[in-house]
């Protein structure tokens, strides 16, 4: 009789462990995003420094434009600026090759990401990627000595 009651609340404790545990990772199945849309640092660092190639455009949507070449639209969780990426974006064909990328705080907690990202989704975007930054803008990128856009 005692087993049949430990049973089920041994099942509820390790549940919500397990369910704790998975919450540190950074998973894309419940993002906006899918794995492949992604963006590696030394890729978009490698495609800045050759300029031979296409470049993607580049939207800074968190604390500045610190990656060159990329265009200043501000913090994507305001409402205004969400409205400046829209219109920025409405002025694009949908094949554009699009990156984006905060950098404010750890990827898993970035305020600004998921807005923007959801919004290409929903204006049907078909090349768009998010640059990875796992920490944040300084350590993931300036930090290793990316291109860096040139301030006056």
Same mark, same amino acid.
């Given at each position: 009789?005692?087993?049949?009651?430990?049973? !089920?609340?041994?099942?509820?404790?390790?549940?919500? =462990?397990?369910? #704790?545990? #998975?919450?540190?990772?950074?998973?894309?199945?419940?993002? !906006?995003?899918?794995?492949?849309?992604?963006?590696?640092?030394?890729?978009?660092? %490698?495609?800045? *420094?050759?300029?031979?190639?296409?470049? !993607?455009?580049?939207f800074? =949507?968190?604390?500045? %434009? /610190?990656?060159?070449?990329? /265009?200043? =639209?501000? %913090?994507?969780?305001?409402?205004?600026?969400?409205? *400046?990426?829209?219109?920025?974006?409405?002025?694009?064909?949908?094949?554009?090759?699009?990156? =984006?990328?905060?950098?404010?705080?750890?990827?898993?907690?970035? !305020?600004?990401?998921?807005?923007a990202?959801?919004?290409? *989704?929903?204006?049907?975007?078909?090349?768009?990627?998010?640059?990875?930054?796992?920490?944040?803008i300084?350590?993931?990128?300036?930090?290793?000595?990316?291109?860096?856009?040139?301030?006056?």
């Open positions: 009789m005692r087993t049949k009651k430990i049973l !089920p609340l041994t099942l509820i404790i390790l549940f919500g =462990i397990i369910i #704790s545990f #998975s919450s540190f990772e950074q998973k894309t199945g419940d993002e !906006p995003w899918k794995e492949n849309q992604l963006m590696p640092l030394a890729e978009l660092a %490698a495609i800045i *420094n050759n300029p031979g190639i296409k470049q !993607p455009v580049i800074s =949507i968190g604390p500045g %434009a /610190i990656v060159k070449g990329s /265009i200043d =639209i501000g %913090a994507a969780k305001e409402k205004g600026n969400l409205k *400046n990426l829209k219109l920025k974006l409405s002025k694009l064909p949908k094949n554009t090759w699009i990156v =984006i990328y905060c950098g404010c705080c750890p990827f898993r907690d970035c !305020p600004n990401i998921r807005p990202f959801s919004l290409l *989704n929903k204006m049907k975007f078909t090349q768009h990627q998010l640059l990875n930054l796992p920490k944040n300084k350590a993931d990128w300036i930090d290793k000595g990316y291109p860096k856009a040139i301030k006056s």
